[in-house]
C-alpha cells in the first residue's frame, strides 16, 4: 500500500524557517522523481522543488531559500524552508512520480501559513 505522509507545516512569521517532512511507504523513493507542489487558495497547483536522481529542480521564487533533500535509509523527502514570505503561504503536497510505468503518488498536503 503506498502512502505519502506530510509533516511540519504550521504557522510561522515572515522571514522564518520551516522543515516539512514527506515519509514514504509502499514503494522506494530512489527510483522516483520526488517533488514538493503547492496550492493557494484560488489559485493552480505548482510544482516548488523536484529531485530526481542527482538532478535537483527549483521554482524560480524560491531558490535560494527552499533545499529539497532526501534520505533513502529513511524512505523520507525533505523541504527547508527559510526566508519565508507571505506569498509562499499554500497547502504543501508530497508527490512521487516514476513516468515510465505511469506511477504518480500524492500526500494529503501539508498547510503552511506565513504571517505575521
Known amino acids: 500500500q503506498v502512502q505519502l505522509v506530510e509533516s511540519g507545516g504550521g504557522l510561522v512569521q515572515p522571514g522564518g524557517s520551516l522543515k516539512l517532512s514527506c515519509v514514504c511507504s509502499?514503494?522506494?523513493?530512489?527510483?522516483?522523481?520526488m517533488s514538493w507542489y503547492r496550492q493557494a487558495p484560488g489559485k493552480e497547483r505548482e510544482l516548488v522543488a523536484r529531485?530526481?536522481?542527482?538532478?535537483?529542480t527549483y521554482k524560480d521564487s524560491v531558490k535560494g531559500r527552499f533545499t529539497i533533500s532526501r534520505d533513502n535509509g529513511k524512505n523520507t523527502v525533505y523541504l527547508q524552508m527559510n526566508s519565508l514570505k507571505p506569498e509562499d503561504t499554500a497547502v504543501y503536497f508530497c508527490?512521487?512520480?516514476?513516468?515510465?510505468?505511469?506511477?504518480?503518488?500524492w500526500g494529503q498536503g501539508t498547510q503552511v501559513t506565513v504571517s505575521s
Open positions: 529531485i530526481n536522481g542527482d538532478r535537483l
Open positions: 509502499g514503494f522506494t523513493i530512489s527510483r522516483y522523481a
Open positions: 508527490n512521487a512520480a516514476l513516468w515510465a510505468l505511469g506511477y504518480n503518488y
